[in-house]
């Protein structure tokens, strides 16, 4: 595994020079991984009209950097004019999010790595990841389900401890708390406000339609978030 890492990467790239075929391995290269970066993108993306522009994009940046890189092998004073060129340069359509930036990043650090005969580095992080990438994306990792909320009714009559409506809220709740209970202009109706977090949020209909067969409860909301 080591002698096949040495055969692959290059010389450092400030002593490896610029010659024609170097260059053109380093082009290509850069464009094989960012069409992988643009798949993988695509892949795991949930916006599809929105991910083409961007997929494109990936591809030619990380080709553009690759030639970047080249240009500036054997001379910094180059690489720092260029820095500054890029440093006026403005995106003129804001990105979707924060997972946008990440896969710029990315293109950005793969054209760096393939146009500074990395190769090596460039395969293996453009495979690591991928990896990464899809199995964020199969996970939902970060997704949010809420199952906290407020459960607001109204109740003719009293509340007592083993009132079905309490039985409801012990089998589709982990917990609940009485939040506030107060008198109604309707005469002996009181309207209850709880804070709950629910069992399943998928059964929130059923425990819903069983409380509204509850007799003498009325005005029946839940909010979830």
Known sequence: MNRLWQLMEETPMWKAGSAPGNVLLSLLLAFVLGQVLAWVYRLTHNR?????????????????VALVMAVVTNNVFIAVGLMGAFAIIRFRHALENTRDIAFLLWALVVGMAAGSHRYATAVVGTALLSLIAFYLSISKFGNHRPHDGFLRFSLRGPLGPDHPALELLRRFCKNFTLCSAQNTDLGDWVEYVYRLVVRNAARNKEFLSELKRVEGVEDIRLIIG
């Open 48 to 64: 599809p009209p929105r991910a083409r522009s961007l997929a494109q994009s990936l591809v030619l940046i990380t080709v553009a």
